[in-house]
Structures are given as C-alpha cells and as structure tokens.
C-alpha cells in the first residue's frame, strides 16, 4: 500500500541517489541494488514516508534511471524524483531546489542507510524545530583510534571520548541548508560540513544502530540479518 504523507508536515526530506557505489562491487547504481528482494531506496523511502512530520520527499537519481526509480517508488510513497549530479553535493542541490514552499526543515539522507528507523527521522526534526539550525545523528566511537603516518607507523592514540560518527539524515533549517550550497565551493560529501564553513553550529542527537551505512558487501549481509530479525 502507498503510504500517505503529511499535507500539514513541516519536513521535506532529500534523498541524494545517484551514486555508483563502487565498494559494493560491479552492478547498478549503489541505491539501487537490492537487500531483501527490493532495492536499498525502497526501504529507505519506505521508512521515511512512516515519519509522521515528513511534508515532501525528493530523490536524485541518477540521470539516466529517472523515470525507473519514480515508477519504482511510485507504490511506496508519493515521491518526487529529479536528476542527480556527478558529485553528491549537486544531487543534494538538485533535489533542494525541487522542495515546494511550505516544509522549513530540510532533512538530508543516504539511500544507504535503508534501515534508518522513522523516530531517527522525528528525533532530528525535532531538534531543528526546537531552534537549532544544523543537527546531525551520532554514535560515540568504541574503537581505539590511532593516528598514524604515511608508512603506517602509529604517532598516537587519539581520545576517542570527543569523537563521534555521524550518520544521517542529517537536519537544517530550509534557509541556512539553501544558503550553505549557495556559497559551496569544493564538494564536500557531508552537508553539516557545508554549513559548517559557514559558520553556523551544529548540533548532535543520539542516532541509531539500524541507521548503518551500506557500503560493503558485508554491510549488505548485516542489513539483510536485522531486516530478518525484524528491523
């Protein structure tokens, strides 16, 4: 059944798309490969679209599968789907200027993190509607880092209680999301960064196990393991 989104919501969510994903190896484009028998968008749109405050979504996708991916989404949600760009930065672009007037908060999502859960997308919402202008979802690290050189010597370990792992989606309010890609100049592959070389400050929530980046082939078998044990 097509989930329905929220006409009074104030989010709209962009979901860049178009990357080849070349870690999981040979094939289509990373977004679209499958987990489970259905592709990595669907279940990210999917979980999206069950967000109650979700107005809009737009997806990037790669150019040439445009009408492939708006006829595949078509039963999952109302989406509306645009062509990407070369870099990740011009596909977030892309689908930013495609969001209708009405949604002031802007999330920002990879199709990679497919089993991102629908509170991890309220809870960031949420953060940004109570006044912040960036927001980002963290997970603190539990490895000992260590700094090393070019010929892999180690130079130190590097305190892990100040670091954290970001995930997505990641939250801003609509004008300062816009203004950060307005004065972008070298790509960047994170948007909090975008915003934060405008000096506007960021900040963090607690993010999600299940909101794991798919990236490898071994990450596709962890997602398919949770999906089997009902994430």
Do not use: W, Y
């Amino acid at each position: 059944m097509t989930a329905q989104l929220n006409p009074r919501g104030d989010v709209a969510v962009l979901v860049p798309a178009a990357g080849a994903g070349v870690r999981l190896g040979p094939g289509a484009p990373k977004a679209l490969r499958p987990l489970a028998g259905e592709p990595l968008l669907v279940h990210a749109v999917r979980r999206i679209a069950a967000a109650p405050s979700v107005h809009t979504i737009v997806v990037a996708a790669p150019a040439a599968d445009v009408a492939s991916v708006r006829s595949m989404l078509a039963p999952v949600a109302p989406v509306t789907v645009v062509p990407g760009g070369a870099e990740r930065q011009a596909s977030v672009a892309a689908a930013l200027a495609a969001v209708p007037a009405g949604p002031e908060i802007v999330l920002v999502h990879d199709a990679a993190r497919a089993l991102t859960p629908p509170e991890l997308v309220e809870s960031v919402a949420e953060a940004v509607r109570s006044g912040h202008d960036a927001v980002i979802p963290v997970l603190a690290v539990v490895d000992t880092i260590k700094e090393v050189d070019a010929g892999e010597r180690v130079l130190g370990t590097v305190d892990r209680s100040a670091l954290r792992a970001v995930q997505t989606p990641q939250g801003f309010r609509r004008s300062v999301l816009a203004a950060a890609h307005a004065a972008a100049g070298d790509p960047l592959t994170d948007d909090a960064g975008l915003v934060e070389k405008q000096g506007v400050a960021v900040v963090c929530v607690p993010g999600s196990e299940h909101a794991l980046k798919i990236t490898r082939p071994f990450d596709l078998a962890l997602a398919e393991h949770l999906l089997a044990a009902g994430a």
